[in-house]
């Protein structure tokens, strides 16, 4: 059975730690895409402490999601928290650097979520759109980083990642196989549509 309650809180733990989960209103748009398209394999890279994953499962439950989170700590929190949630047959965690587990992975996932350092988004994309299946998606989270993305003045600190991102939109608009879409909800969301054949 899916413990809500506990979903609840470990959202409520998350936004005190100041753990950065997916925003309320992000969440609304892939939930749309996960009712419409049942996805069965989800893969994401970014665990946090599960909360994205967990919700992936409410609203597809018949789905299985691989996540990847590099930061141990949080992986462990994760493990724990998709038991109290009752979805622990349904969530793999892999901890490691994604840059490194993705090469590894089989192309068979119906959705894909970007949700990790700004800095690989291009690389995450290239290494998405092999291990998607066709007809699946890709989606991306913090695609318009706080409006740095679309803005010509950017601070020092935040130049590589605008870069990067930047980068990331280009590929996902010229690639033909893709279908994307930018929406400015939360802080910003990719969403590719992918047509292998
Ligand atoms: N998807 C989560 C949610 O909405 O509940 C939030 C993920 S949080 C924005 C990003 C996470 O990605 C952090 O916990 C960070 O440790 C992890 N991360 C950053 N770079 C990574 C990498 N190269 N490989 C795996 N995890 C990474």
């Known amino acids: 059975m899916f413990n809500l309650e506990e979903l609840e809180k470990v959202k409520q733990k998350a936004l005190e730690e100041h753990i950065p989960i997916v925003m309320d209103d992000t969440l609304e748009e892939i939930k749309k895409i996960l009712e419409r398209e049942k996805p069965q394999r989800i ?12 919700q992936f499962i409410r609203f597809a439950p018949k789905a299985i ?21 009752g979805i622990e047959d349904k969530v793999n965690i892999l901890i490691g650097n994604a840059v490194e587990i993705l090469p590894s992975l ?9 949700d990790a350092n700004k800095g690989k988004y291009p690389f995450f994309l290239q290494e998405g759109i092999r291990l998607v299946k066709n ?45 994307t879409q930018i929406l400015e909800v939360g802080d910003g969301l990719a969403i590719s549509r992918v047509k292998k054949d």
């Open 65 to 85: 999601v691989d996540t990847i989170e590099l930061d141990e700590q949080r992986a462990k929190e994760a493990t724990q928290n998709v038991k109290k949630i």
């Open 43 to 54: 893969l994401e890279i970014g665990t946090a402490v599960g909360y994205s994953a967990s």
């Open 135 to 179: 007809n699946g998606w890709i989606i991306a989270d913090n695609i318009l980083y706080k409006g740095y993305v679309m803005s010509d003045y950017n601070k020092h600190k935040q130049r590589t990642a605008v870069r990067h991102l930047r980068e990331y939109i280009q590929m996902a608009q010229e690639n033909e196989i893709l279908e």
């Open 106 to 114: 089989q192309s068979e996932y119906d959705m894909i979520f970007i």
